[in-house]
């Protein structure tokens, strides 16, 4: 028996990166994973490939979760290749612009605000409503990041929305709680991806100084963290903030 045997599954903006790792991870373990991409089908449909490849199950869906109809659409979609039911959100989808704050138009806050924290706002009411209909209860889980606590210079409107999605998991904990249902966070320090050592060499090599595990995250990592939420392995955890960072954050700052 697999951790998640069983299981419907749904993970946002999954093409590619940690929500590639997400989607694999929970497919390793027996969920039926539903993998979203807002315009990257041909990446989400090689993680669809693999996960049939081993004898699982996974569907590509898209939908534009700066609207919250599709984002309940998406849900309804979800639900429905599961056969009525949806056990596990993974609320991964999200931008990273870099733009300093001073002068940052309301336009470009708004940007990051809806499709970082907005989309979690509405795929999670949509799937607590699912869990609840059908009376299995399920899992809720947004990945936020360290820079909820620690924003990067530029990192403003990214930083505030992590923040924000990390209470309002809290604050859904307590109130979709009496529905069997629970809300976490996985909060990701810097994780690999290609080229990334190319582009911010410098970057890494404060990384790796500043974590005592010595090396980058890889995207498994944070589906491990979301594989364990969404398992009875942590039926008695709600509302909590996983960091997954090496051990960065436990580094004085002064």
């Known amino acids: 028996m697999s951790l998640l045997d069983g299981q419907t599954a749904l993970v946002t903006g999954a093409g590619g990166g940690i929500g590639r ?11 039926a994973v539903a993998v979203h991409c807002r ?12 996960v049939r490849g081993r004898g699982g199950r996974a ?9 919250e109809d599709a984002c309940r ?29 001073p002068g940052m138009p309301a336009a470009a806050w708004r940007s990051v605000v809806d499709t970082d924290l907005t989309s979690v706002f509405a795929c999670t009411q949509a799937a607590a409503e699912v869990m609840r209909r059908t009376g299995t209860g399920g899992t809720v889980t947004h990945i936020a990041s360290i820079e909820a606590r620690a924003p990067a210079p530029g990192h403003a409107h990214y930083g505030a929305a992590k923040a924000a999605v990390v209470t309002h998991a809290r604050a ?3 109130e979709y709680g009496p529905w069997g249902i629970r809300v976490n966070t996985v909060s ?8 990334l050592t190319e582009s911010w060499p410098e970057g890494v090599r404060r990384w790796l100084a500043a974590a005592p595990a010595g ?14 939420l969404a398992s009875p392995l942590a039926s008695f955890i709600t509302g909590h903030d996983l960091v997954v960072d090496g051990g960065v954050s436990a580094r004085p700052s002064w």
Do not use: K
């Open 188 to 195: 990701p320090g810097l994780t690999d991806r290609a080229g």
């Open 21 to 31: 790792g997400i989607a694999l991870r929970l497919a390793q373990e027996g969920a």
């Open 73 to 101: 659409n998406l849900v309804e979609e979800a639900a429905d290749w599961g056969a009525g039911r949806l056990d596990t959100l993974v609320n991964n989808a999200a931008v990273q612009p870099v733009r300093a704050l």
């Open 172 to 174: 859904a904990a307590l």
């Open 59 to 67: 569907v590509v869906l898209r939908a534009d979760l700066t609207d």
């Open 39 to 50: 315009t990257s089908v041909a990446a989400a449909g090689d993680v669809v490939d693999l």
């Open 215 to 228: 090396r980058l995250g890889r995207p498994e990592d944070i589906g491990d963290a979301c594989v364990f």
